[in-house]
């Protein structure tokens, strides 16, 4: 059986805690499924123009941003979203698919992080109300969506470490085209986009992850890899 080659896009940390759990969700879906799920590191540093991405069937961006490379995260995050190749961002990887999308596809030049830019007049992600670090809440996903489709309900739980989120200011704006909002809390906010043009991209500020640390598999982890498989030559 042929491998699925997954990239996960960010700088591997062993403290950080979505860092442990990713490998664990990635075996625990593999096992299940009977699939060979092979996953490689991808240090945001060593993306660059020439470096080969098309052997990868899929991209996940991970946590722990600010990465050591913005432009190598966001290079990645671009051929995935380009290529058609399935991707799933949780929290910073969230954050960035949004930061390409509206350098990219919108066309925002100056559009920057604000955990990174915090005086820009256009930082399109900026300090949440209250910071989610180590906070779950429920959230309400939108009916026949792919991260609906994945948990197979429309309200799930889920845990947050993480302290910025979209601009308010631009969400209307960022929403406007193929970027679709799936996923909002208990208050209201954005917390899950996805691609409407695009097989499968999906991108959630919570981290999902974190289920198989509690021996759980993800689903929507689980219907990503599946999205890679199908999608293989």
């Not at 698919?97 to 992080?113: I, M, P």
């Not at 499968?200 to 992850?209: D, G, K, N």
Request: with cysteine; proline share 6%; hydrophobic share 40%.
């Amino acid at each position: 059986m042929d491998a699925i080659s997954i990239a996960l896009i960010g700088d591997y940390d062993p403290q950080v805690t979505a860092h442990q759990a990713i490998p664990l969700a990635l075996g625990m879906i593999a096992e299940q499924s009977g699939r060979n799920v092979q996953f490689q590191w991808l240090p945001t540093e060593q993306i660059h123009a020439d470096t080969a991405l098309d052997h990868f069937d899929g991209f996940w961006c991970v946590p722990a941003s600010p990465y050591k490379s913005e432009a190598g995260a966001l290079r990645a995050i671009r051929f995935a979203r380009e290529q058609q190749r399935p991707f799933l961002g949780t929290c910073g990887g969230f954050q960035h698919a949004v930061l390409e999308f509206s350098r990219n596809v919108l066309g925002w030049a100056d559009a920057e992080h604000g955990e990174t830019s915090p005086d820009s007049p256009r930082a399109v992600l900026t300090p949440l109300t209250c910071s989610l670090v180590e906070a779950v809440d429920s959230i309400q996903l939108v009916a026949g969506s792919l991260i609906a489709k994945a948990y197979e309900t429309s309200e799930i739980h889920e845990g947050y470490r993480c302290r910025f989120g979209v601009n308010p200011q631009f969400e209307q704006e960022l929403l406007t085209h193929q970027l679709r909002a799936v996923g909002h809390d208990s208050a209201g906010d954005l917390r899950a986009i996805e691609l409407t043009d695009h097989v499968f991209f999906v991108a959630t500020l919570f981290q999902p992850e974190r289920a198989a640390l509690k021996g759980q598999v993800p689903p929507l982890v689980r219907a990503f890899v599946d999205a890679c498989a199908e999608q293989r030559p």
